[in-house]
């Protein structure tokens, strides 16, 4: 390869090092696969992906399957899931093979693993109290800064114990290049707590939550996971401004051009922010009008904790305020020591 491009592949490489699972966090074996980009190759990847976690997938599944029946036997969240079966169908046919293969290599229900990728759009049909997809909308954290001296991105992946099972995938479908922190389970990018490629672009995610679900979008785990072979800024910012279902956040960086902006995303509404001065993102729209948003108290109170702390000028800095535990309650870095001191929220996994 150019000098030039290796030299972002170290970059890169070396950005990767600077992960770190949590305590809480189980980090599997690495994931590698080579293959094209036709049908079969879609599948290919899904079953050896399923084969290689199969015992984690299952795992996963057990503790979700529960809620995933409740709410798939109510009728309006499955005549959602139905509708949004056919858009996937319709829009995206390659990643629901993606699916179905890894469905097919952890022997697990193929249903059950496309309502989980989308339970977060289907949860907007549940009855209200058993609305628990929209009920604490509080996973991830990012602060983000591209000044003259400092271009970085420091993100905490949050969520539940459940889900604590993840992997580094390195990943070439054809001209696509891209690596992954990844949970078992899911599409590549789709849950994922950062990817990049050999593009140079890479990005972290953040859920938000409008106040509707439109079965003719794409669910936020589709979109990143597209988002996962663009080439290029342009291309990347057409991914991202697909209708979605309900919405997302992506902090997307490119190496190549020392450039970051963080995208909010309300169906068909795209708010972009070039990130030049810091800017700490939680799981609330903070640049696009979105009125009836729903949002928890753990993303209210990371945001005014913020506030109160140093403002970062250098990634190091960053990593500090991403783990803070100054809010008892509520704080931005979530551990068995913030949980033993009264944390209401849920687990940090990996930090970037």
Request: negative net charge; aromatic residues 10%.
């Amino acid at each position: 390869r150019p000098p030039s491009q290796l030299a972002m592949l170290a970059t890169m490489r070396f950005w990767l090092l600077l992960a770190a699972t949590a305590r809480a966090a189980e980090l599997l074996p690495d994931f590698h696969f080579e293959g094209g980009e036709e049908p079969e190759d879609h599948f290919r990847l899904g079953v050896e992906m399923g084969s290689a976690y199969r015992e984690a997938i299952q795992a996963r599944m057990a503790a979700h399957e529960p809620e995933l029946k409740e709410m798939l036997a109510y009728k309006p969240c499955w005549t959602a899931f139905q509708d949004l079966l056919k858009t996937h169908d319709q829009q995206v046919p390659e990643l629901l093979v993606e699916l179905e293969g890894i469905a097919k290599g952890a022997g697990v229900s193929y249903q059950s693993l496309l309502a989980m990728s989308l339970k977060e759009e289907i949860g907007y049909f549940a009855p209200p109290k058993n609305n628990s997809a929209l009920a604490v909308p509080d996973h991830c954290s990012d602060y983000g800064m591209c000044t003259k001296d400092h271009c970085a991105l420091a993100h905490n992946e949050d969520n539940d114990l459940a889900d604590r099972k993840l992997f580094v995938g390195y990943v070439r479908m054809g001209k696509s290049n891209f690596t992954v922190l990844n949970y078992a389970g899911d599409l590549l990018g789709g849950m994922a707590a950062f990817a990049f490629n050999s593009a140079g672009l890479a990005f972290t995610l953040n859920y938000v939550a409008p106040p509707s679900c439109d079965t003719q979008g794409l669910g936020r785990n589709f979109v990143s996971r597209l988002l996962l072979s663009s080439h290029g800024w342009e291309e990347a910012r057409s991914v991202i401004g697909q209708m979605h279902a309900a919405g997302h956040n992506y902090q997307l960086a490119d190496f190549r051009s020392r450039r970051l902006a963080n995208f909010e995303v309300s169906h068909s509404d795209v708010a972009e922010r070039e990130i030049t001065e810091p800017f700490f993102h939680a799981n609330q729209y903070q640049t696009l009008a979105v009125p009836g948003q729903i949002y928890g108290n753990s993303s209210a109170h990371r945001l005014a904790r913020v506030k109160q702390l140093p403002v970062p000028s250098n990634a190091e800095e960053a990593l500090r305020v991403i783990g803070d535990q100054g809010d008892n309650s509520w704080p931005i870095f979530h551990d068995q020591y913030s949980h033993s001191h009264g944390d209401l929220s849920d687990w940090t996994l990996a930090s970037v």
